[in-house]
């Protein structure tokens, strides 16, 4: 996010000062909200039931009311239908109390989202208007509803509209139809939101039969509720219905919202506390069963029956977190993996997501990309969705040219839901990414009232900040920037680290800071004393202090290896190596060194060099070993991931060869890793193309080797290299089999080694729950930079008691100590991976080989998911039809059908498609293009994996200690 702090007139500021008698700090949050003028300024800050305007400024309000006064004196009964969100519910609240109260006859109904969706039921209808032809209201609903008011037209009940909603090009045939928004009402304030519409009916109706404002305002507490939960802007008179109706909630006599307020430690309810936490809790109920729940609860009389409903209700609200959680986290992957996060309008799509929950992710994804958002759920052959927008961009405005898209649509500038036809999506969106966003500049902005020191929050602030109150859309909470604030601990917490808590302090007193949404913005889960730049609003300003941070930056951590590191003491010795970087140079280094030496070129050089493998397997060995050492990226090129070149880059050999006209000239030097692997493998098609190329071009190229068989230097001269550089080192450990007997050194090892990262995690929970009270590190290469920093750390420190690593650490489990007992607890795929593990300086380490025979053929078939061959794919698009069929649904078929046992890998099948000439986007995928003459290179860099497994893993990993021993401890043993 970019901050930009606002400025303002200081004559002016000094202006309000003298004219109102504020503070310099209360004129310029007025000044920001655009309250220039003492005069409006001063009715703002004061905001009186004077500021209500005459209801029957509201086109139709004269009929609604001429309708419902017949309903009372004919006693025909009146039904309210309402929407099943908070506005709707308290809309039908305020009108069936009002009217019970005052001698009505009321019915209410308000439909299941789930079952019966948006709008008005003519099923309903038809069963009102069958038992007694009365009056029907609708209450934040009704602008759109055309079938069924023409059905209620049909029986002969009348229909009064009250709704707040866009109106499109024509209006129902209602009797009357209340909505501010009609281009024929000339009422002065148009954002009312649903209920408050609803109100200004009640107050009509009260006006003309004479009852008295003080008999009726109690029911500004639902008004309040449903005003601050449908975001409109709290500005005009809705200021005062909000400020009035939660005065009036402070000392609720309502045994279900009493209730709901203490279940939430609400004790002075204030306009954040209802928009965050008691509107999410209320819209639970509808938006996973029931809105009726919610419903009985305001009305609720018994306070035993209305404690059951607020437990019903969080156990809503915990339902649907978890459902909304996961939508989210499904979300954000596709939108990081396809770059969606470019377009001018998000657009996700997933099959039976919960449509109760998509609008909260959808306004997640806003608070996250800065930009309007659109989640469709598609199920049973109905795609429905809800889209919520940033306040540059009306939606309205925006999609009303691609109007012929939808079967069902309404909403505000804001927020909108909408159905549409799934075989109509991929083409909407297509239209939609060439909409032109009415907006300049950029999405991703924080606008900043002031910048200001938090030692400047003091009384006299948090009174300034009181009369602001209530804040929302419209009047924003005023937002504050305070640079290099201490923390005494930063932590992140909630589902999936999601969110950010800190302590700082402020005046002496220890202040909670908490940021929701912001856990990815951290490196690792724990700070301490750790200084930041925040973007805050202040919190309970009538409580204990506390800061809502919207947005942070800590300062970038520079990594250099700590003083007495192994990094400094290896490069002393190579001051002849690193003198000597040119092509034709042949370097043979044991497999420490040659880390140290890979660290150097990346960290202590400009140099541009791509270190070239012979396949994955060996490739990300090397390349997870050295981010051990390193902050910053590095990049890795291979079949998926071809867009990371670099300035020191690690990639695959067929990913080069494809690619080498191209970068050819981007890199000073191409370094060969691990050359007697190329020996092996020289009869090999792909090798032998690659070393004929390395010949005619020696120049370009280093070679650096760990193992170095008797003829590997021949080989390398007849290429054109020279030996420059020589060092190989005796291993000390010992090597024992335990396979199959896990539990009998559980105790023992302070060590155990994965190279399988989905059983690492397992066997994490699995050692946590044995060893309680005792501390567990865990290390891997998909851990972030700073979070591998604070793991070494600690081991430097000798915390831990166990480590739980992957092989891939460049020696780790040596900074545990000298007297180490280490488990390989499964198969790792190459030697190296071993060898990393039992390099160390020590001399009583004791390695424990726990995989066995099982463990070696579940990573050969784990290899096949990874690197699927052509047979499969020809078979897989012979069998499936996948013509114009939606990636996920692709991708769920390939696991249906038993194609892939881990459905994260069903993705590199996508890979494969597009190098076939598939066309592949998150609507749809057409093989209509496919050419199976083509190789992809996923495939290509298979032959070199199966290669190397069958030639060197397998016969390594099936041997008895004694020759695994042997393979590793031997630098002239390759096989």
């Known amino acids: 996010m970019r901050w930009i702090v606002k400025q303002v007139d200081q004559q002016q500021v000094r202006l309000l000062c003298d004219q109102l008698q ?7 949050l ?219 909630l402070r000392d609720t006599k309502r045994p279900g919202l009493s209730m709901l307020f203490t279940r939430l430690c609400i004790t002075d309810p204030d306009s954040r506390d209802i928009g965050y936490r008691v509107a999410p809790k209320l819209n639970a109920a509808g938006r996973l069963d029931c809105a009726d729940d919610a419903f009985q609860l305001l009305m609720a009389q018994d306070r035993l029956y209305a404690e059951r409903l607020v ?137 900043i009232d002031d910048e200001i020191q938090l030692e400047q929050i003091d009384e006299q602030v948090m009174r300034d900040l009181e009369l602001l109150e209530p804040f929302g859309h419209g009047n924003p909470e005023p937002v504050f920037l305070a640079r290099k604030v201490p923390t005494e601990f930063m932590r992140t917490f909630g589902q999936n680290h999601a969110n950010v808590k800190m302590l700082i302090r402020i005046n002496g007193r220890k202040v909670e800071a908490l940021g929701f949404g912001l856990g990815y913005l951290l490196d690792k889960p724990n700070y301490e004393s750790v200084s930041a730049d925040i973007v805050f609003s202040v919190r309970n300003h009538k409580g204990p202090l506390s800061l809502s941070v919207l947005d942070l930056s800590l300062p970038e951590e520079i990594y250099e290896p700590a003083e007495g590191s192994e990094i400094p003491q290896k490069l002393l010795h190579l001051d002849q190596l690193l003198t000597q970087i040119k092509g034709k140079r042949f370097y043979i280094l044991d497999i420490r060194t040659r880390n140290t030496f890979l660290y ?34 590095i990049s890795y090129v291979n079949s998926l991931n071809r867009n990371a070149i670099d300035r020191f880059t690690f990639m695959t050999l067929a990913t080069f060869m494809r690619e080498k006209e191209k970068i050819i000239d981007q890199y000073d030097i191409f370094l060969i890793n691990e050359l007697s692997l190329f020996k092996v493998f020289e009869d090999q098609p792909q090798v032998e193309d690659f070393l004929e190329f390395v010949s005619r071009n020696v120049h370009k190229f280093m070679a650096m080797s760990v193992k170095n068989p008797d003829d590997l230097f021949s080989f390398a001269a007849k290429l054109g290299f020279e030996v420059s550089y020589e060092r190989s080192l005796k291993l000390n450990y010992g090597l024992a089999d335990i396979s199959g007997d896990l539990d009998s050194i559980l105790n023992d090892a302070a060590c155990f080694l994965f190279s399988d990262q989905r059983k690492l995690s397992d066997f994490y929970r699995k050692l946590k729950d044995r060893w309680k009270n005792r501390e567990i590190l865990v290390y891997s290469h998909t851990l972030k930079p700073s979070q591998r920093l604070s793991v070494v750390n600690s081991l430097r420190k000798k915390k831990p008691v166990k480590l739980v690593s992957s092989t891939n650490t460049d020696g780790l489990p040596t900074l545990l100590g000298q007297d180490l007992e280490i488990a390989i607890l499964d198969a790792p795929l190459s030697l190296f991976e071993l060898l990393d593990a039992v390099s160390s300086d020590g001399d009583n380490q004791l390695f424990d080989i726990c995989f066995d025979n099982e463990s070696i053929v579940e990573r050969q078939r784990e290899l096949e998911e990874l690197f699927p061959s052509k047979e499969l794919v020809t078979q897989i698009l012979s069998i499936v039809e996948i013509d114009e069929m939606s990636q996920q649904r692709f991708l769920d078929v390939l696991v249906e059908n038993g194609y892939f046992k881990n459905p994260s890998y069903t993705k590199v099948m996508l890979n494969i498609l597009k190098d076939l000439g598939a066309f592949v986007s998150p609507e749809k995928i057409s093989v209509a293009k496919v050419d199976l003459s083509r190789i992809p290179l996923r495939i290509a860099e298979r032959e070199l994996e199966f290669a190397y497994f069958e030639k060197i893993t397998k016969p390594l990993l099936t041997q008895k200690v004694k020759g695994i021993y042997k393979a590793l401890a031997n630098v002239r043993t390759v096989i």
């Not at 009250?162 to 148009?190: C, N």
């Not at 309007?372 to 009306?394: F, K, L, Q, T």
Request: aromatic fraction near 8%.
């Open 22 to 28: 504020i503070s310099p700090f209360l004129a310029r």
């Open 30 to 248: 007025l000044i920001n909200r655009g309250l220039k003028e003492p005069q409006v300024a001063y009715k703002f800050l004061n905001p009186t039931v004077g500021d209500l305007h005459d209801p029957m400024g509201l086109t139709d309000m004269d009929r609604a009311v001429s309708l419902l006064l017949q309903a009372r004196t004919h006693r025909l009964p009146v039904l309210i239908y309402g929407d099943y969100d908070v506005d709707g519910i308290t809309g039908v609240a305020v009108l069936k109390e009002f009217l019970d109260r005052f001698g009505w006859e009321t019915e209410y109904y308000i439909p299941k989202r789930m079952d019966e969706g948006y709008g008005i039921q003519p099923a309903v209808i038809e069963q009102f208007c069958r038992k007694s032809k009365g009056v029907i209201v609708t209450v934040d609903c009704g602008i759109t509803a055309f079938e069924a008011i023409e059905y209620a037209n049909s029986f002969g009940c009348p229909v009064i509209v009250t709704d707040h909603h866009e109106i499109g090009e024509r209006l129902p045939r209602a009797a009357a139809i209340v909505d501010p928004k009609r281009s024929d009402d000339s009422y002065p304030f148009k954002d009312l939101a649903g209920v408050g519409v609803a109100f200004k009916l009640v107050c009509a109706v009260a006006e003309h039969i004479g009852i008295r404002a003080e008999e009726f305002f109690d029911l500004l507490e639902f008004v309040a509720l449903g005003t601050i939960a449908d975001m409109v802007k709290l500005v005009d008179e809705n200021r005062f219905l909000v400020k009035a109706g939660l005065q009036k």
């Open 311 to 447: 437990e019903l209700l969080f156990e809503y609200n915990t339902t649907r977190q978890e459902i909304e959680s996961d939508i989210f986290a499904h979300a954000v992957e596709q939108i990081e993996e396809y770059g969606l996060h470019k377009d001018p309008v998000i657009v996700v799509r997933g099959r039976d997501w919960h449509v109760g929950v998509i609008g909260i992710v959808a306004t997640r994804l806003v608070h996250r990309y800065g930009r309007p958002v659109m989640v469709i759920s598609e199920a049973d052959g109905v795609a429905r969705g809800s889209a919520r927008s940033v306040p540059e961009v009306n939606l309205i405005e925006l999609l009303q040219p691609l109007s012929s898209y939808f079967k069902e649509f309404g909403g505000h500038p804001l927020a909108v839901g909408f159905s549409l036809n799934p075989d109509g999506i991929s083409n909407f969106i297509d239209s939609l990414r060439n909409c032109k966003i009415p907006v300049k500049g950029c999405f991703d902005i924080i606008e």
């Open 600 to 633: 150097w070129l990346k960290e202590k050089t400009n140099i541009r060099c791509a270190v070239i493998s012979i396949n994955n397997i060996i490739s990300s060995h090397l390349h997870q070993s050295l981010l051990r050492h390193v902050q910053s990226k």
